[in-house]
């Protein structure tokens, strides 16, 4: 795992210590164990976890400026993007917000034996949380990787930025039709018009893509809806 981390880093372009490649490389061995255990990933060569959740995750740091943001990744499952984000860039307030306890629970062990401080976590639906003050719009970044199509999940993430902050989704190219589906919502929660990026993982063919969402307003008090309406559909 060492030389892969070296390596795909270096591909990417970014700067790592030894104390973070040894951080990562605890990371994979506590989820390799806790798997056994809990559903938390269906990946399990530890190569292809450096490549599709570490590298994956790592990919965000070309793509935005993290440092002192605090950011909320939202259906963090077992940590990604948002530990990975937070090992890579000790600076970031990260809060971890997830609807399953047990998951979460996981995530707070790790960070106590990874030594990662200050790191919040909310227990709960995103779509049910955003409504407390506590967490409405008090984020600069909200990251989501694979938790639902875009319109979902701009829904469930975009009341948790602050005006001027940005929401930062991690997709694959396969959904062509993602980004013009969104847009209505986009713009009625706030958003202005997603920006695209598209690239590829090191030692990876299949193609991502991820969309930054910057928040040009405050999201109506009437949403998020309801989980009912939500998966509707919006017109
Ligand atoms: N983001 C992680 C990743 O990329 O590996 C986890 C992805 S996992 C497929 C989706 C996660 O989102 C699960 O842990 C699930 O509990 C959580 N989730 C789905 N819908 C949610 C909701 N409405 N509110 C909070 N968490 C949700």
């Not at 450096?50 to 950011?71: G, I, K, M, P, R």
């Not at 713009?187 to 993982?201: A, I, R, S, W």
Request: overall charge negative; glycine content about 4%.
């Amino acid at each position: 795992m060492y030389n892969r981390l070296k390596e795909g880093f270096s591909l990417l372009g970014l700067s790592v210590n030894e104390e973070q490649i040894d951080q990562l490389i605890q990371y994979a061995n506590l989820l390799l164990e806790q798997n056994e255990h809990m559903n938390l990933t269906a990946i399990t060569d530890p190569l292809k976890i450096c490549d599709l959740h570490f590298l994956d995750s790592a990919c965000l740091l070309n793509y935005h400026t993290f440092a002192h943001q605090s950011v909320i990744d939202v259906g963090t499952g077992a940590g990604f993007p948002g530990i990975v984000l937070r090992i890579l860039e000790p600076t970031i307030q990260l809060t971890l917000l997830d609807s399953l306890k047990k998951r979460l629970d996981w995530l707070e062990s790790v960070c106590d034996k990874l030594n990662l401080k200050n790191v919040q976590f909310i227990h709960g639906r995103a779509e049910e949380c955003s409504l407390s003050n506590d967490y409405r719009e008090q984020y600069d970044i909200a990251t989501a990787r694979a938790v639902a199509s875009l319109p979902i999940l701009t829904e469930l993430c975009l009341p948790y930025v602050k005006p001027n902050g940005n929401f930062l989704a991690m997709k694959t190219q396969q959904n062509v039709e993602e980004l013009n589906t969104s847009l209505p919502i986009v713009k009625t929660l706030g958003g202005d018009t997603p920006n695209q990026f598209d690239y590829t993982l090191p030692f990876e063919k299949e193609a991502r893509r991820l969309l930054i969402i910057h928040k040009i307003a405050n999201t109506p008090k009437n949403y998020p809806r309801k989980w009912s309406k939500i998966k509707q559909g919006f017109f």
